[in-house]
């Protein structure tokens, strides 16, 4: 598996993006789907990476910078048929890892709630992550929408 930056053009990323967001709005309402589209991930304060094997995408992430030393995970996603492989986790501990290395002190994240996203909060708790309250522009009082961080 080799983990590049960027990718955005590719036509294999621009579909699993698309399955995200169909994803997220199939067990959320659209009021709560904070994933970003392709725009929103070439924003300059968003870096993202796809997992590769050969020409085969793997999955993808991006981090987020927020300011005053935090960052936010965004559009973590793994392809069809790449499941219990360990992408999640090798893309994680590949953000993590660049978390640190830029210096940022804490990384947060927001996903769903249901029970769709069970396996996305069980990563995320095996790495550290904690809940904790809403950041950012996110609603408070989202029911759809889980919040967690992690301090570096």
């Not at 990323?13 to 169909?22: N, T």
């Not at 959320?28 to 870096?47: D, F, K, R, T, W």
Request: proline share 5%.
């Amino acid at each position: 598996m080799e983990i590049r930056s960027g990718g955005l053009d590719h036509p294999a990323v621009a579909a699993l993006l698309r399955l995200h967001l169909d994803g997220m709005a199939q067990h959320s309402p659209a009021a709560s789907v904070h994933a970003l589209n392709l725009a929103g991930l070439a924003a300059p304060e968003v870096s993202f990476w796809a997992a590769w094997e050969g020409d085969e995408l793997l999955g993808c992430a991006a981090l987020k910078a927020l300011g005053d030393g935090e960052a936010e995970i965004k559009s973590m996603r793994t392809a069809p048929g790449q499941l219990r492989r360990g992408v999640a986790s090798a893309l994680l501990a590949h953000l993590l890892g660049v978390a640190r290395e830029l210096g940022y002190r804490k990384i947060g994240l927001e996903t769903g709630s249901g029970h769709a996203f069970a396996p996305a909060h069980a990563l995320y708790r095996r790495f550290g992550f904690a809940d904790c309250a809403a950041f950012g522009d996110y609603p408070a009082d989202d029911p759809f929408s889980r919040f967690m961080s992690l301090t570096l």
